[in-house]
């Protein structure tokens, strides 16, 4: 009886992808491409991917490449909303036990925001929310003031849209830096910012819906805060009991992230911080490693 010639299985076909690209001579372009084979191969295999699965992935990538443009990076946002932005940023960002943990960029940084004094206001037009006063201490990990640290803040007003994306905003409405004192004090004025949905109209859309999942983001600030001869954090801070703070859309929520607004009504507190009740005061101590920033985020002009 003659045997047969043996079949050629997903295994081999795995193999002989991986010995095509163990030429490459870049060596991190060959671990990421043999990975990506790797993992994808057998992503494949797990949930027996169909041809017209794969076909369907192709458009969906395809619609991605067409709604992107210089101020909108769909695949990016896709990123987002599968998580992997937030576990790429866990393993590229580990901090120190009680350290300044960081959060998602997002895509609504603009650098060069106008500096405030301290316990100025970066909301620069009425009615963009209510009043909130955030203040604290910029620490070392060994509780020592840090002097000479910078924040860099943006958020959404109470209309939920960041004023690059909306006409009736005046220019950097609810950004600004800011310079920590010497002790490491700081203190602004910002309004209480609210959730905001991301984009549906594109393909991370089509994907938030195949799993009715909703498209909002649990309110936050965005904060950067850095000082010479310490790491660089971007991240953000959240507002504690938001409607969306268990189920962010990007996943960007860490319990160390999330800071009390407290409510402010009395006369006696408006007479106080100087201003009309209602407001809101946030305490919160930024903590900061040393060393510096580990991989500078290049994004282009739009994402960044
Ligand atoms: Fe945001």
Known sequence: MSSATPKTTAADITQATLRS????????????LEAAVKHLHAFATEVNLTTNELIRLAEILTAAGKISDASRHEFLLISDIMGLTMVVDYNTNQKPEGAFESSVLGPFYRADAPWIEPGGDICRQENAGTSTLVSGRILSTEGTPINGAVLDIWQVPANGMYENTDPTQVEFNCRGRLKAAEDGAYRFWTVKPVPYPIP?????GLILDSAERHNM???HIHVIVEAPGYEKVISELFVKG????DSDAVFGVKESLIAEFVLHESTADAAAYGRPTPFYTVNYDFVLASGQAREEIMFSAGRA
């Open 217 to 219: 983001r649990a309110a």
């Open 242 to 245: 938001d409607l969306y703070i």
């Open 21 to 32: 690209f163990a030429q490459t001579p870049e060596p991190r372009t060959r671990r990421l």
């Open 200 to 204: 549906k109209d594109g393909p991370a």
